[in-house]
């Protein structure tokens, strides 16, 4: 199995973290993003890695190399300007073309998912597998008896009749098919497969998620996945 990880993006959010560096090699407790997303790859025996890189790619290529030093093959893919997610992936299909199969995943996701869930339901009637989560709540909830009084306080509960895009794909080859030079997987790409039927969600509960989009992120996985 060989997996691809989006790592091109600027994270303009996260200025002045991102004026020398790019966002996935933002330090989450003196790693980087990329780093805990090799090990966790690693961890579930995935050690062939692509790295899609755009701004300022130098920096991830000098700290990683060839991925020996942390035990995994790295190879990569480098942008010159930005194509989208579903053209980054596209640039890298000679590098992926010839597996039936692989993972990829946004550059800024913190997770301890098993990517194997994903690939253990990629039918032959599927393009590609999503790992989904439940929504967490930005905001505190609160409950209100019919009488008007405030009975309980929840602060940013899970919403689990509520799923989001966890930033976590395995795709068959077949999924080339449906990319361009430049474009975005998320509203190019799977609106056509969910219309086709060819899209699933494997829905993941009890686990660890993060998507690093804003300084409090950064904090709130330093806690959750710092030990």
Not at 52 to 63: E, P
Not at 73 to 85: D, Q, R, V
Request: hydrophobic letters at 35%; aromatic letters at 8%.
């Amino acid at each position: 199995m060989k997996a691809l990880i989006l790592a091109g993006g600027m994270g303009k959010r996260l200025r002045p973290l991102t004026d020398d560096k790019p966002k996935p090699m933002i330090p989450i407790s003196n790693k980087p993003i990329l780093e805990w997303q090799i090990n966790w790859l690693k961890s579930h025996n995935i050690r062939d890695i692509v790295l899609c890189t755009g701004y300022m790619g130098d920096n991830i290529s000098a700290y990683f190399g060839n991925g020996e030093k942390f035990d995994v093959n790295i190879e990569y893919s480098k942008e010159e300007e930005p194509l989208g997610t579903g053209g980054a992936l596209m640039q890298s299909r000679s590098l992926l073309e010839s597996h039936s199969n692989f993972l990829v995943m946004n550059g800024d996701v913190m997770t301890d998912i098993d990517p194997h869930s994903l690939i253990q339901n990629l039918t032959d009637k599927l393009i590609g597998t999503i790992a989904v989560v439940a929504l967490r709540s930005p905001f505190g909830e609160i409950e209100i008896q019919e009488n008007g009084l405030i009975s309980s306080f929840t602060e940013k509960p899970i919403l689990n009749d509520h799923w989001i895009n966890a930033g976590i794909y395995c795709f068959s080859n077949n999924v080339f098919g449906y990319l361009s030079n430049v474009g975005s997987l998320e509203s190019d790409v799977f609106p056509i497969l969910a219309t086709e039927n060819k899209l699933s969600a494997i829905k993941q509960n009890d686990i660890k998620w993060r998507s690093i989009d804003s300084h409090k992120d950064i904090e709130e996985a330093q806690k959750e996945f710092g030990n």
